[in-house]
Nanobody, 113 residues
Framework: QVRLVESGGGLVQPGGSLRLSCVAS????????MSWHRQAPGKEREEVAS???????NYDDSVRGRFIISRDNAKNTVFLQMNNLRLDDTAVYFC???????WGQGTQVTVSS
C-alpha cells in the first residue's frame, strides 16, 4: 500500500510563497498519477493540481499561473510551488495517489497578514 507524507506548510503573508513536498513509499513512483488537494474550513476538499505519470499537468482555475506542480521520480516526491499566495488559499493541503487511492495526512497552509 502506498504511503504519502506531506511537508512544507506554514504561515505566510499574502503575496508570499511556500513549497509543499509529498514523499511516497514504493518503488514504482514513476507510474503513479499524483495530485494536490486542499480543504478549507467548512468547505469540501478540492483538487488544485495534478501531474500524471506520463507528465500531463492540470491546474484548477483558482491557482493557475500561481502554483506549479512538479515531480522528482528519483526521490519519490511530488512538489507544489505556491506563489503569490492569497488569503483564500488557506487550507489543509493533501497529496493523493491514484494507486490504492492513497492520501497523505495533510499539511496546514495559513495565509494571513
Amino acid at each position: 500500500q502506498v504511503r504519502l507524507v506531506e511537508s512544507g506548510g506554514g504561515l505566510v503573508q499574502p503575496g508570499g510563497s511556500l513549497r509543499l513536498s509529498c514523499v511516497a513509499s514504493g518503488n514504482r513512483f514513476s507510474f503513479y498519477d499524483m495530485s494536490w488537494h486542499r480543504q478549507a474550513p467548512g468547505k469540501e476538499r478540492e483538487e488544485v493540481a495534478s501531474i500524471r505519470a506520463r507528465g500531463g499537468i492540470n491546474y484548477d482555475d483558482s491557482v493557475r499561473g500561481r502554483f506549479i506542480i512538479s515531480r522528482d521520480n528519483a526521490k519519490n516526491t511530488v512538489f507544489l510551488q505556491m506563489n503569490n499566495l492569497r488569503l483564500d488559499d488557506t487550507a489543509v493541503y493533501f497529496c493523493h495517489s491514484n494507486i490504492n487511492d492513497a492520501w497523505g495526512q495533510g499539511t496546514q497552509v495559513t495565509v494571513s497578514s
